[in-house]
């Protein structure tokens, strides 16, 4: 039986390179680092040397100036080789921020090192306590004085700062009561890790149901240089939702990257394991719910290929992104549910690792971003229905 449930693709010789590389990261590696709520250091090293994560940073930065459908392969073959691209995949799309709308200053100081892994740029700051989804209420402000701009407020579950040397801030710099639209006024900059923390920036880790590094951060008077301002004060907004496509599309890759272990893994076991003298998987309630968590998967596949080549043709596709990313979601957790069905007790033995996998891709359902806000967009920005908010 092969390996690996999907047809080949374009991107067969570099499935074939990645998938060499991960042979050396095998279940017990990520078994290990989740037992040990570890951070998988010595994989996103290997990945960072091999210049996997510098995919979409143009060439002349240092990066292999790859498009976005690439860059998904790379994520989908780490979550089909059994591991969580959530420890590393901010590195890959947080800096397209910078690229589009940082000043050739910032580019030239930052993309290299990015590019080679001297610097990483894993943590992007948007989520607030008290506002959640309601992104333009934030209440975290950045008040210019002088040279720099003085950081107040706080944020929740902001991911990877303890694996990270900068981390995007998006922060309210003009008051809400003052703008015209309540997109408008707030702004993203670049904060140095090193510098900010215990100078007006606290990190507190929030322990969570995965192994994912995540943080409730404090600013209190955090001086920020005024050069790191990404772009035109109050444009932040946008520039976030200018990058959403993108992550968006890599996400719904991790999530089929998912879906496809989780079918292989219950395919194999189905074969094997006998009861009532035959294998389970010769029995038709065993095998469709497998056969319909395939047709679903292969769907999003689809979705996220098209996402891809709009995206990569430098056409809208937040519709088709929005939509990757829900189909593949839903396909992954399908699928996690009908592996663990399969496994039946063994499932839920960590042994089996079926039950790790099962708990890293519910988290898609959730963030970066929850189902409910991209059946929201489709309702109100394709399907033209009134906004609900
Ligand atoms: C492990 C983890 C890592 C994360 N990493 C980051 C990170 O690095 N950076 C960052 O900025 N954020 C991060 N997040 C935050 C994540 O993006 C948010 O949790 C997510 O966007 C949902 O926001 P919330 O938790 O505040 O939920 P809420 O906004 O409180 O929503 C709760 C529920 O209500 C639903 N809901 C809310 N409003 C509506 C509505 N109008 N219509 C229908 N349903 C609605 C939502 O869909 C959701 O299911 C992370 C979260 C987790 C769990």
Redesign the pocket.
Known sequence: MKTHIPSHDAHQDMREALRSMFAGFDSAYWQKVDHERGYPEKFVNALTEAGWLAALIPAEYGGSGLGLAEASVIMEEINFAGGNA?ACH?QMYNMGTLLRHGSDAQKKLYLPKIASGELRLQ???????T????TTKIKTTAVKQGDRYVVNGQ??????IQHSDLMIL?ARTTPLAEVKRKSEGMSIFIVNLKDAIGQGMAVQP?A???N?E?NEVFFDNLEIPAENLIGEEGKGFKYILDGLNAERTLIAAECIGDAYWFLDKARHYASERVVFNRPIGQNQGVQFPMAEAYIETEAANLMRFKACALFDAGQPCGAEANMAKYLAAKASWEAANMCMQTHGGFGFACEYDVERKFRETR?Y?????????I??YVAEHVLGLPR??
Do not use: Y
């Open positions: 959530g901010g943590s992007m700051a948007v989520t607030e306590p506002t959640g989804t309601d944020k929740v579950w902001i991911s990877r998006l929030i969570n149901m995965v994912h995540t988290l359902q959730v963030a970066p971003i929850s189902t409910n806000l059946l929201s609900s908010f």
